[in-house]
């Protein structure tokens, strides 16, 4: 079979496609014919090798942690699915393998793929709807009538946030630059503002927020003062860099650290079968072209969320 893989860290020249032999399940696994995989920008800190010591990985690695495809094969002790069955899901950080004609993965890690949509646009979920699912629902607990500012609404990430917290009754203040704004809108946000500057302080954008919710990479400087934004009492979550606590005002923070969990995206699924979440992809590229992604996305050329088709 097909697959992109490197052997050692580097830049995007690292990336090879080879032709390697089709894996087999093993219990509790399942083999899927791939139809598209994602990029995710954590992609490429891997393969630079930044995440080295956080996410030990065994060389060659296949990148790609989202995958959509066709379950062609099933292990032992597996239960629930079958073959035919479309699927998506993530593969824990360590082990990639999306950006192959064939991949196996965990059954426990897979749901069944959105009815609505093209199976490969279902690759742009998995990722990116756990980390926003992580954030809102696990972390910050957001509740109906809660006031939350999401910072870097307009990525694959926070476009997703949005939508979570507007769906749980929030009222939600967007964050983002002005190529974002009526969708954020379309999405429910209340208000939607360009890119802070944080030394003006919460109260030029409505704030101080029950949960602010962060996608934007800062300085300590900047995630302190973007802790300022949070009401007393509530919490500040970020994907991009820890925020301080606030023991004097009672402000708790906490970090994601994106894990795949079947559970919660078989939840992310049905609330997009529902029509309560949309997915927003700007590109669908052939997984040949894996190379010149990543490339894209190191020179900030990459617009947005981009599915790397493989079927």
Not at 111 to 124: C, F, H, K, M, Y
Not at 149 to 166: C, D
């Amino acid at each position: 079979m097909k697959a992109i893989r490197y052997h050692e860290f580097g830049g995007t020249e690292v990336l090879r496609e080879e032709e390697v032999a089709r894996p087999a399940p093993g219990p509790g696994q399942v083999l899927i014919k791939v139809a598209a995989t994602s990029f995710n920008p954590v992609d490429d800190h891997i393969r630079l090798g930044v995440l080295a010591d956080a996410i030990p990985t065994p060389f060659p690695i296949t990148p790609g942690l989202d995958v959509a495809g066709t379950v062609i094969e099933v292990g032992a002790e597996v239960s629930g699915l079958q073959v035919g069955d479309q699927v998506v899901g993530m593969f824990p950080l360590d082990q990639h393998g999306g950006a192959a004609e064939y991949a196996v993965i965990a059954a426990d890690l897979l749901a069944t793929a959105p009815s609505a949509g093209a199976l490969i646009d279902a690759a742009a979920l998995p990722l990116a709807g756990l980390a926003a699912r992580q954030a809102v629902v696990e972390l910050a607990d957001i509740q109906k009538g809660q006031s939350v500012l999401v910072n870097g609404a307009g990525g694959a990430v926070g476009s997703l946030a949005v939508q979570l917290a507007v769906d749980a009754g929030a009222t939600v203040t967007a964050v983002d630059g002005p190529q974002h704004a009526d969708r954020l809108r379309g999405y429910g946000a209340t208000k939607v503002v360009g890119p802070l500057d944080l030394a003006d302080g919460p109260a030029v954008v409505g704030g101080p927020f029950d949960v602010v919710v962060n996608h934007v990479r800062l300085d300590a400087d900047g995630l302190a003062k973007l802790s300022s934004y949070v009401a007393d009492g509530g919490i500040a979550v970020s994907s991009a860099g820890a925020m301080p606590a606030d023991d004097e005002r009672s402000v708790r923070t906490a970090s994601v650290w994106v894990t795949p969990n079947g559970a919660h995206l078989a939840d992310l699924v049905s609330r997009l079968d529902d029509g309560r979440l949309e997915l927003t992809i700007v590109d669908r590229r052939p997984l040949q072209q894996l190379r010149a992604v990543h490339e894209d996305a190191a020179s900030g050329k990459l617009a947005g969320k981009t599915v790397i088709t493989v079927d």
